[in-house]
């Protein structure tokens, strides 16, 4: 099976149904043995390979997979019998969560008695923190290097996220698989002690329990070489062999008024920017929670758009308003760089000269005391025409939290940006603009790009007992304090976009904020979501908390929710039929080149099981989030980011019994004696045929 990483599944291909006929019984027997010998781990993620223009990251197995015996490592003293003492490697080590940290790997990938890692999930959460990212994030692609603000250069004022340890963007040579289900890994345990567990300090007997991975990558060495053998192929194969693919998938955007997408905007009509990442990363595949450090942000967004929509003045401010969603910020601003290349290349309706101000909103759930920080460029804060700009933005955003539960305050004006959308935006043309974060300095967000941003960090907590359409719309604290962000964000961009009457009124609802949170974070599969997409891609929706991961296809399931949330909150409904809405060519009235027509599934009707679909027209649209790299074939490219992403064939994981050498090589020569004497007796049976099979009518007496 050729599976790209987008759409690769993780649960192992075996056993399968003994439902069979006759002539298929060898198969079932066959299959039915290795249903009796293997044990599939189905709640597994891969630590997979990445590869930017100079380096390989993440994890592979070899091309059949590795195998050694489980070793349960507990606390650090366990690790000694791994490294040196065990009798039986190579080892599969399963860790603790708690002891997955940059030292301990560095030390299991310094040694061959390693084949493999399987770690258990923490619950609680470290209480330390965990993150895997690097302490300067993005590091190279932002606004500041060696010509622009060199002090501030590779986070030299700050350090931006002091836990990160960097283990995501480390190459290891054997395959790491996280283990998500409490009950599997305590069936590899209850193996190992069965088993494996050393008696008296010495070695276990035979049979041991044993661990097979399987997770071999495509793509070595770094991007560039990567992308040279895709080219290759594609020239000179017909059915050309992939081997990795560009991080990729779309921005969400829309406007307050709307505007003609496929046209240009008017040189003289200005528009505020307002921003946000909807993607986050983690150390395993598809595993990206991003709690904090994206789905607090991208929510609030959400909430200050639908709070603009309903101020009855919305449509003839002075400047428009551009709600901005990026995708695959995470590697190196893939969506916001690609943003600014169509906008310098007049690709996109808004132009880098409409630009009035710029506002993004960073990680901002985990506040202390309800302060929220407002960051700027001291660079380009020194220019006489941009700086009278960015202090009224930065007045603007004090004055609209004024009667409402947050206070913003101001960063010193010698400190830099954080990592965002913004540092792009910057590198192309001095815009005035602002980052809101709940951090000053350092994150507090103690589980940055990691599997622990969860709702339970940024302190999302339900009453025992409710049903889950009590669970969607009961407002949490953080729901209550995230619009509240909302709210102020709200109100500050209706000033900067012109608007001069009362913002007292302008109030971001909290219950859509309970049911965002609850969809992007805990279950998907909500009366909510259900009713706001298309019938046809109901299966985005599922009961596992979502991951924001940008993977290698696009949309991917984030994206395209976020879009249907944004039109549902921004958007009107419309009397069309379901073939005008579809062709919004045929419907009168309609302006598709203004306007963005979907047919959703709506609502359930009461005692019923049918829906009432209709349709939602808005502004709503998606661009492009693929670095400009690769439009340029630059693959190995410092402007831009050059992230992609392995392909590989077979991701899975199972458990064994394995028995000793000595007991597989008498097998094996038994079984080679078995075969000789079976030749030999074949080849004499066929030999004396005409003595021992001839009829009873050919005997003389």
């Not at 002539?23 to 293997?38: L, P, T």
């Amino acid at each position: 099976r050729k599976v790209s990483g987008g759409a690769a599944g993780l649960g192992p291909v075996v056993g399968g149904s003994l439902n069979c006929v006759s002539f298929s019984s060898g198969v079932c027997w066959a299959n039915s043995v290795e249903r009796k010998i293997y044990i599939p781990l189905n709640r597994t993620a891969p630590c997979v390979r990445l590869l930017n223009a100079t380096h390989q990251v993440g994890c592979q197995s070899s091309m059949n997979g590795d195998t050694g015996v489980i070793h349960v490592v507990e606390k650090d003293q366990d690790l000694n019998w791994v490294l040196a003492d065990g009798p039986h490697p190579p080892y599969m080590v399963l860790l603790e969560g708690e002891l997955f940290t940059r030292e301990l790997m560095l030390r299991l990938k310094g040694t061959s008695r390693v084949s493999g890692l399987a770690v258990a999930i923490s619950k609680p959460s470290p209480p330390r923190g965990f993150s895997p990212g690097l302490q300067c994030p993005n590091d190279g692609f932002g606004v500041y290097d060696s010509d622009y603000g060199p002090q501030y250069a590779h986070c030299n004022w700050t350090v931006w996220n002091p836990l990160g340890n960097g283990l995501s963007y480390e190459d290891f040579h054997f395959p790491i698989f996280l283990l998500e289900d409490a009950n599997e890994t305590q069936v590899i345990k209850q193996c190992y002690q069965d088993h494996n567990l050393p008696r008296n300090g010495s070695g276990p007997e035979y049979p041991l329990c044993a661990m097979q991975l399987f997770a071999h990558m495509h793509a070595v060495t770094n991007t560039v070489t990567c992308m040279r053998r895709n080219s290759i192929q594609s020239t000179f194969s017909l059915s050309p062999e992939v081997v990795c693919d560009p991080l990729s998938d779309s921005n969400v955007w829309s406007t307050l008024k709307p505007i003609n997408a496929s046209r240009k905007m008017d040189p003289a009509d200005e528009v505020v920017i307002v921003a946000t990442r909807i993607d986050s990363h983690s150390f395993f595949w598809n595993v990206a929670p991003g709690a904090e450090s994206a789905v607090s942000s991208f929510v609030a967004h959400l909430a200050a758009a639908e709070a603009l929509h309903k101020v009855p003045d919305a449509l003839t401010l002075p400047r428009n308003i551009m709600f901005t969603f990026f995708q695959g910020e995470t590697f190196d601003y893939i969506g916001s760089s690609r943003m600014v290349y169509d906008m310098e290349r007049n690709k996109f309706p808004v132009r880098l000269e409409n630009i009035h101000s710029f506002l993004e909103l960073s990680q901002v759930a985990l506040r202390n005391s309800s302060a929220l920080w407002v960051h700027t460029d001291p660079v380009s804060g020194r220019n006489e025409s941009v700086r009278p700009q960015v202090r009224a933005l930065v007045e603007t955003l004090l004055n609209s939290s004024l009667g409402v539960n947050v206070t913003l305050q101001e960063v010193s004006q010698s400190q830099p940006l954080p990592p965002s959308s913004f540092q792009r935006f910057l590198r192309a043309r001095p815009i005035p603009g602002a980052v809101l974060a709940d951090h000053r300095a350092a994150f507090q967000n103690r589980y940055y790009q990691s599997v622990y941003d969860t709702a339970e960090n940024i302190l999302m907590r339900y009453p025992e007992g409710l049903s889950p359409e009590e669970t969607l719309d009961y407002v949490t604290d953080t729901a209550q304090s995230l619009a509240e962000v909302a709210t102020v964000v709200a109100r500050a961009l209706y000033q900067l976009a012109g608007g001069t009457g009362n913002t007292s009124a302008i109030q971001a609802d909290p219950r859509t904020v309970s049911r965002m949170l609850y969809g992007f974070l805990i279950k998907t599969n909500n009366s909510w979501f259900q009713s706001i997409i298309k019938q046809d891609l109901k299966g985005l929706l599922g009961d596992e908390p979502p991951q924001h991961y940008i993977a290698v296809s696009y949309p991917v399931n984030t994206t395209q929710l976020v879009q249907f949330v944004l039109a549902n909150l921004t958007g009107t409904v419309v009397n069309f039929t379901k073939e005008e809405c579809l062709n919004p060519e045929r419907a009168p009235g309609a302006d598709k080149e203004m306007y963005d027509y979907t047919w959703v599934q709506g609502s359930r009707e009461p005692n019923s099981t049918s829906r009432v679909p209709f349709c939602v027209q808005s502004t709503v649209h998606l661009t492009k989030a693929l670095s400009p790299a690769f439009e340029l074939k630059e693959w190995g490219s410092t402007e831009y980011s050059t992230w992609t992403e392995s392909r590989w064939k077979d991701i899975r994981a199972r458990i064994f019994l394995v028995a000793s050498k000595e007991l597989e090589i008498i097998t094996l020569v038994v079984g080679i004696a078995i075969l000789v004497l079976s030749l030999l007796a074949t080849y004499f049976i066929n030999a004396k045929a005409h003595v021992l099979f001839s009829s009873p009518g050919d005997v003389a007496y």
